[in-house]
DNA sequence: ATCAGTCGTGCGCTAAAACGCACAAGGGCC
DNA sequence: GGCCCTTGTGCGTTTTAGCGCACGACTGAT
């Protein structure tokens, strides 16, 4: 399999170009011979990782963004309107209106959430490196971080670890709403 | 300059011994011999693309959590309490709140935006690859994409690609509040 | 003259096999 | 029982051979 290959040789070509950049300018930047660099270009050659960094360093880009494509932001508006979001919650459960779902390109989901008044829910621990964000829209509530709670008024928001118990508490007399942002580490370039 | 190669080494040989296989059992899965991993374990080899390919496929993982250390998560919980918010606008100018500041690890800020009623604002474009989110918190308000207006109400929410002109409306007698997440195309592994 | 591609050579990556090491299971003996 | 040696097995490393990466020098084309 030479996807990757495939795609460096189309980057690195592109990347070149768009410097008007000559195989000996780029040979001088990088460090690695013309020879190779236009192997590479032709996709003849599977270079190691350390020419690779050499490369990535001459031509001031990232590794990745030389071996996995950069994947295309999205280009027509998605739009979230309040029939979409209105799901049937149980009379006195937590209500969750999912705004925008799991992206691969941006690594994150959001979710608005309605916790009817007294309501207390705890979580269990996401994997490691997932980050958690709690904006709050309306209502007083309170997020528990491993042990300890951190109370939220409006307009208020928190950010953390979610790879430990966690739970949201409405300590209010009404519906407590807010926005929950979880973010999981990103995994670029899989190779199945 | 050998730090990928360092990096490598280590994550390649915590990442087997953390799924307890041998070097054999890794060999079989990834299709590459034993030989090979043992030496780039101990970071006397620097593999090609196409066999650090095929062993981000046997171990299924990414290329780039083989090449660039995967930046901690925060720790910390962080706050954004009212006081830190209230940015002091200028009468009838529109209040930005920092909730969330750029991070590196995340690749996305997010602010609160609160537009008294009738204000329109018209924002240039940002960076190819930017998305924006608008998560109408309060109010009735539009935004705008290339050229079509998008009507919101609140818990109504938009994603849009951001590297256009676009820009917001308050429709309502009220000011608006919302939610406003930029997100920024991540550049891992920089070189230098 | 400049740029892209090719040729020949050496070094390094890569795989298969052989090696050394540690540990556990037995087997014979006192 | 305790003891020593052997055998076997699984693991990581080292060796051997060759294929391919990587470079400098050359050629051709515009």
Chains 1, 2 share one sequence.
């Not at 000559?22 to 930047?29: G, Q, T």
């Not at 490369?55 to 071996?67: C, R």
């Not at 994947?71 to 029939?83: D, G, L």
């Not at 709050?136 to 300890?148: E, F, K, Q, S």
């Amino acid at each position: 399999m030479d996807t990757p290959n495939r795609h460096l040789a189309d980057t690195l070509r592109n990347l070149r170009r768009q410097r008007q950049w000559s195989l000996d300018a780029a040979a001088a930047r990088t460090g690695v011979s013309k020879a190779m660099l236009g192997q590479i270009e032709r996709g003849e050659s599977s270079p190691t990782v350390a020419t690779l960094w050499k490369i990535a360093g001459g031509f001031e880009t990232s590794l990745s963004s030389l071996l996995v494509p950069t994947p295309p932001a999205c280009s027509e508006p998605e739009v979230r309107r309040a029939a979409d979001l209105r799901r049937s919650p149980a009379e006195g459960e937590m209500l969750v209106a999912p705004l925008f779902p799991f992206d691969e390109r941006l690594g994150f989901e959001v979710f608005e959430l309605t916790l009817p008044a007294g309501y207390v829910r705890r979580s269990a621990p996401h994997e490691p490196g997932v980050t958690e964000h709690v904006l709050v829209v309306a209502g007083c509530m309170a997020v528990c971080i491993g042990d300890r709670w951190h109370a939220l008024a409006p307009s208020e928001a928190i950010r953390f670890a979610a790879d430990q118990p966690h739970g949201y508490r409405n300590d209010g007399d009404s519906p407590a709403v807010f926005h929950n942002l979880i973010h999981y580490p990103r995994q670029w370039g899989r190779a199945d």
